[in-house]
């Protein structure tokens, strides 16, 4: 049996994986994190990854760690709190798993180490992160590195995964979807920008690959699904999962960005934060694509494929009635 620690799986990502793994008898779990788990508090213990002692006492008898605990939304203060959670909350889960004879790391970083506006970036693309998430995320994977120079018989395995949707999230993904389906979308630009997304079923299930198949050395893998979808292939899938007309007119690039500046006025003198911005807009329009040639070349196939993992949210989200009000927050 594998004993497997999850540090931070109360949330989105964290309580899929726990659905996932629970299922098989050769896993122990057991999650630890600052929030109880909705789903899975019997296997949950309120533990602080900042916390040195508690994370020697709590990672004890451990075979494995998968690390999801971060500061992860755009809106975190102080900001010290990005570094203090996935950076020193990294090196203090090293120093715990050293104590407790663990050599097995699972790490959930992200493609905001890549920066913004790059090419189809890989594995070898340099980092240049532009947020305080993104910064704090390669500084984390820094410590690893320098960890592993050190530790060469430890196993570190490495996912940045692309945005995360699926049911229950509320996020980018989420916010766009439902914005399609309510019949007030506005198609800003030709609707030709690539958006690389993965489905939660999906990484969850490469987590799993990873524990059972990576076993050896330090590796790193771009998480996408794909093939990438482009605007016009998203409203037209939304289209027809839920049977419903979108309106299909295309609004020139400027038309677009002078709506979200008078937004940003809007905000300005009433002091709220609106859903429409310039900023949004923009993201909108931009191309978000990632190579992930080498997770779908290591052995691994997706259960779903993105249209699939599209069309099981939007009957979850906008089809079937809800089973409860139990939502993810993210950005």
């Known amino acids: ?104 790391l699972v790490f959930f970083s992200s493609v905001a180490v890549y920066g913004l506006n790059k090419k189809n970036p890989d594995e070898n693309h340099p980092a240049d992160p532009f947020n305080h998430y993104g910064k704090s995320k390669w500084q984390a994977e820094q410590v690893l590195q320098e960890w592993y120079k050190t530790h060469p018989d430890w196993n570190i395995d490495i996912v940045r995964p692309t945005v995360i949707f699926g049911e229950r999230n509320r996020g980018n993904v989420y916010n766009l979807l439902h914005q399609i389906s309510s019949g007030k979308f506005l198609m800003v630009g030709p609707g030709t920008n690539v958006k690389s997304m993965a489905y939660v079923g999906n990484i969850v299930a490469f987590v ?19 093939p990438d979808v482009n605007m016009n292939d998203l409203v037209a899938h939304v289209e027809k999962v839920l049977n419903k007309r979108i309106p ?42 990632f190579d992930s040639t080498k997770a779908m070349n290591s052995g691994f196939v997706p259960p779903y494929t993105l249209k699939e993992g599209l069309a099981r949210t939007l009957e979850f989200e906008f089809v079937h009635p809800k089973p409860d009000e139990i939502e993810f927050k993210s950005e």
């Open 1 to 104: 049996m594998t004993k497997i620690k999850l540090i931070g799986a109360s949330g989105f990502v964290g309580t899929r994986l726990l659905d996932l793994l629970k299922d098989y008898p050769e896993y122990e779990l057991q999650n630890i994190d600052l929030q109880p788990s909705h789903f899975f508090n019997d296997l949950t213990v309120i533990g602080d990854v900042r916390e040195q002692e508690q994370m020697d006492r709590m990672l004890a008898g451990g075979d494995l760690v998968v690390l999801l605990a971060a500061q992860h939304r755009d809106d975190v203060t102080p900001i010290s709190l990005y570094y203090d959670t996935n950076v020193e909350g990294m090196k203090v889960t090293l120093k715990a798993m050293e104590k407790n004879g663990i050599k097995r």
């Open 208 to 226: 799993k690959f990873m524990i059972e198949q990576v076993t050896t050395g330090y590796n790193v893998f771009n998480y996408i699904d794909k």
């Open 248 to 289: 299909s007119t295309h609004y020139p690039y400027w038309l677009g960005m002078f709506g979200g500046y008078c937004f940003d006025l809007l905000a300005m003198i009433t002091g709220k934060k609106l859903a429409v911005s310039s900023v949004r807009v923009k993201k909108f329009c931009s191309t978000t694509q």
